[in-house]
């Protein structure tokens, strides 16, 4: 039982780059959620997920698109990164009411 | 609505000090109190949770919080502070909205332990 995994652990990317980070969870849990993490800010969230084929927005969803691929599987895309975008993202799953978390990718857009 | 203020971005404690963490509150309906720690270069993990249960929860590693309704409170305590808490904590409120259960985060006190 792994838990939340994250794919890349670290990534650097060019302005105007595009990527994808991966999330499993192996759980069978229903929700799954993207947050980034920045100095001071505690975590804000992206985009969530509350059952497979659905997804909402967040507090902080301007530069990203979600897919919920299966019930497993939740990826975040940057589709022309920006350097306010360098960040701690990770991602999350619950059951009613807490929420595991995933080791995280460190992500710096130069 | 919901919201999370954690007070005193960085605390520093002597080893065997009392350690206090403050977290106040702010929700619409009856809230669910968490406290996660973040060591360095890792994920969150949960410490504990009030789920409307007793008021005063346990967790693990010898931390515990109260829940205090008249204070919209839940600090977290340790009475003996050890080397090994040094990390970030985080205090999080989520609302009791079944199917649709966000969490809304406080900014983190980074708490350091002096030897």
């Known amino acids: 039982n792994a838990g939340v995994t994250q794919t890349p652990k670290f990534q650097v990317l060019k302005t105007g780059q595009s990527m994808t980070l991966q999330c499993a969870q192996d759980?069978?849990?229903?929700?799954m959620y993207w947050y980034r993490q920045d100095p001071g800010m505690g975590l804000r969230l992206i985009y969530y997920?509350?059952?497979?084929?659905?997804?909402d927005k967040g507090e902080v969803p301007n530069g990203y698109n979600v897919s919920r691929l299966n019930k497993r599987e939740f990826s975040l895309r940057l589709e022309s990164a920006a350097p306010s975008q360098t960040s701690v993202y990770f991602c999350?799953?619950?059951?009613?009411?807490?929420?595991?978390f995933g080791p995280g990718t460190r992500l710096t857009v130069t | 609505a919901q919201s999370v203020t954690q007070l005193g971005s960085h605390v520093s404690v002597s080893e065997g000090a009392l350690v206090l963490l403050r977290c106040n509150y702010s929700?619409?309906?009856?809230?669910?109190l968490f406290w996660y720690v973040q060591y360095p270069n890792q994920g969150l993990q949960l410490l504990l949770k009030?789920?409307?249960?007793?008021?005063l929860v346990k967790g693990i590693n010898g931390f515990e919080a109260e829940f205090k309704k008249s204070e919209t409170s839940f600090h977290l305590t340790k009475p003996s502070a050890h080397m090994s808490d040094a990390a970030e904590y985080f205090c999080?409120?989520?609302?009791?909205?079944?199917?649709?259960?966000?969490?809304?985060f406080g900014t983190g006190t980074r708490l350091t332990i002096i030897p």
């Open positions: 929700s619409s309906v009856p809230p669910y």
């Open positions: 999350a799953s619950s059951p009613l009411p807490r929420q595991y």
């Open positions: 009030y789920t409307s249960a007793a008021t």
């Open positions: 759980m069978n849990h229903n929700s």
């Open positions: 997920s509350a059952s497979e084929g659905t997804t």
């Open positions: 999080a409120v989520s609302g009791l909205n079944f199917g649709n259960e966000k969490l809304t």
